[in-house]
């Protein structure tokens, strides 16, 4: 029986759809349904679908464009080329020679053999001198007139299957990567991802000047042979971990690069100030005067606003009262908050690491902790018998210790009012303390001009620094290293003392200072110690063990440089952690 035409019309309908691999619930039979997958055929198509996603869209693309836009690209690569800086004209054109190679090789095996001879005929002449690798391969494309002659000439064969190696600066790889990224120029990109390996070398920066040697002029391009054999195959990585193991090394061994400097300058401090601290993510500017004041300043752009306290057991508000102006100004904000509690001139403060809370002591011989969301105070902590000079936590905010007049230091924690340890040992005040960054020892500087350096776990001193090469004065400032393998000192004789703590000897001694130094630094990777003092100068100092020994113009080699300012005396130093090196001081014509 014959079927009638429109039968026959929905079975070529229904063979072109499955041809095409379209289904539909009304044509397709149950047979070709597939209701599970094996874990084979599962991973394959998971991996098919990862490796087609986005990002390798240009790699896995199949499309078959305009025979004239092979031409077109190329001739636009020429004029790039042409026209890029000479620094990247002589890298850049190394391209050229690949480019032209899969260029013919993609129109032959889409088909466009007449397009493909007309492209060789136009540019082949350009790469049958200087290098003979390079003319017998053209001479071997020459007869490629289909898909199937690849597979029967050696050396194309070996050149398609196998990335071409090529190396460029970052400024040059840049420069190219922005061209080929445009809308015009996705056949030249596709081949670039597909048929290129590119050894990007790091450009240096002439202008930061981050390397010791000047390096100047176009850069050298070094080509590897192309890879027609199976002996040449790109080792991914190779050349780029060279050069980076180089950066790596010239930065270790180069002078360190100096830090930005902020400097925080009070002024109209009549009432003497005695202190100051900055926290560590520079909310809070603070600083301890002689009224027995506590100042705090607002580091950032918008004003400090107190928290609505829980209960305020001074005042019972009544609803027909008005409210007062400390009341109204909390509710706006203020530009400066005054904390007032000591007895006597404020000698130390310190942020705890959380940056909520401010530690200060006061010649009332006590140490408060102040909560800087209400700035009030929480809790005061009694147990020295004379006036405290200097406080600091540990680098967990868990305890902090102070020193005193009464020739001791004291650990505190915060949720204890009295002390935990008592550091004696001292035959003078102890003018100065600093927790060791692992939290096990803690240094003092005194008086007496000794060093003591403490054991947390039973209050022992295991070295003490002094002797022939001590200090000539009272020590003022301590500082660790980040790695708490060396202690710098300063004080009233003007000089900065390094010392080892293995072994308690003395490493260096920096002298440039004309007034007593008040405050030490180290930066965040110890290669750095910045100093100041009485002189209104902030130096800072190369820490690297082996310096130069070079002077320049009568300055001890270690100074890196000199920051002269317009303060009468500087309290503060201290590296942020960003190495921002942030200095705090007194205008001058304001001191008592």
């Known amino acids: 029986m014959k079927r009638v035409k429109s039968e026959d019309i929905q079975s070529a309908v229904l063979q072109y759809l499955k041809k095409r691999q379209y289904s539909d619930s009304d044509t ?47 001739s636009g690569l020429k004029v790039l080329i042409d026209d890029a800086p000479p620094a990247h004209q002589t890298e850049l054109t190394v391209l050229l020679y690949p480019m032209f190679v899969h260029l013919h090789l993609d129109l032959v095996c889409n088909g466009h053999r007449d397009a493909a001879e007309a492209f060789f005929t136009r540019h082949h002449g350009n790469f049958l001198v200087d290098n003979m690798e390079w003319y017998e391969l053209i001479e071997e494309l020459a007869g490629v007139m289909c898909k199937q002659d690849l597979f029967t000439k050696p050396k194309v064969k070996a050149f398609r299957e196998t990335k071409y190696a090529i190396s460029l600066s ?56 192309p890879p027609h054999t199976p002996d040449n ?41 005695n202190t100051a601290a900055v926290s560590d993510d520079s909310r809070f500017v603070c600083g301890g005067f002689d009224d027995s004041t506590v100042k705090v300043w607002s580091g ?20 027909g009262d008005v409210l007062d102006d400390k009341v109204r100004e909390d509710n706006v904000g203020q530009e400066m ?12 403060t310190c942020f705890l690491p959380n940056n909520t809370f401010l530690l200060t002591c006061s010649e009332d011989t006590t140490v408060r902790l102040w909560n800087l969301s209400t700035f009030t105070n929480d809790v005061n902590y009694k147990g020295h018998s004379y006036p405290v000079w200097d406080i600091d936590t540990s680098p967990l905010g868990a305890y902090f210790v102070s020193c005193s007049q009464d020739r001791s230091a004291r650990l505190w924690a915060l949720d204890r009012t009295f002390p935990l340890r008592i550091f004696a040992g001292h035959s003078q005040d102890v003018e100065c303390v600093r927790f060791h960054p692992n939290c096990n020892y803690i240094a003092t500087g005194s008086s007496d001009r000794t060093v003591r350096l403490w054991s947390v776990q039973d209050g022992k001193f295991v070295r003490i620094f002094h002797g022939k090469d001590g200090h000539k004065g009272a020590i003022f400032s301590l500082a660790f290293s980040p790695d708490g393998k060396h202690l710098a000192s300063a004080g009233e004789d003007k000089c900065v003392r390094v010392w080892d703590l293995t072994s308690g000897d003395m490493l260096k001694e920096l002298r440039a200072h004309t007034e007593s130094i008040y405050s030490l630094s180290y930066s965040r990777d110890g290669t750095m110690l910045a100093s100041a003092g009485g002189d209104n100068v902030i130096r800072v100092w190369d820490m690297r063990p082996n310096v130069p020994d070079k002077e320049s113009e009568g300055q001890p080699p270690e100074l890196l440089h000199s920051y002269p300012t317009k303060t009468s005396s500087l309290h503060m130093l201290k590296f942020a952690p960003s190495d921002l090196l942030i200095a705090a001081g007194m205008a001058k014509g304001d001191s008592v």
């Open 28 to 74: 397709s039979s149950k047979k070709d349904q597939r209701l599970s997958q094996s874990v084979s055929e599962m991973a394959v198509q998971g991996a098919v679908q990862s490796e087609s996603g986005v990002s390798t869209s240009f790699t896995f693309s199949s499309c078959d464009p305009d025979p004239t836009l092979y031409e077109d690209q190329y």
């Open 170 to 225: 970052d400024r040059a790889f840049q420069y190219l990567l922005r061209y080929l990224q445009s809308d015009d120029n996705l056949i030249l990109l596709r081949l670039f991802n597909t048929y290129l390996h590119v050894d990007v070398k790091p450009t240096p920066n002439g202008d930061l000047d981050l390397y010791s040697d000047k390096r100047g002029g176009s850069h050298e391009v070094t080509m590897t042979t």
């Open 233 to 273: 195959k790109v080792q991914p990585g190779d050349v780029t971990q060279v050069s980076l193991q180089d950066c790596i090394r010239r930065v270790r061994e180069g002078a360190p690069y100096l830090s930005s400097v902020c400097l925080y300058t009070f002024h109209n401090t009549f009432q003497g100030l």
């Open 300 to 319: 950032l752009s918008r004003k400090l606003k107190a928290a609505r306290h829980t209960v305020d057991v001074s005042r019972v508000n009544l609803a």
């Open 337 to 348: 908050k005054h904390m007032r509690g000591h007895s006597g001139p404020v000698y130390g």
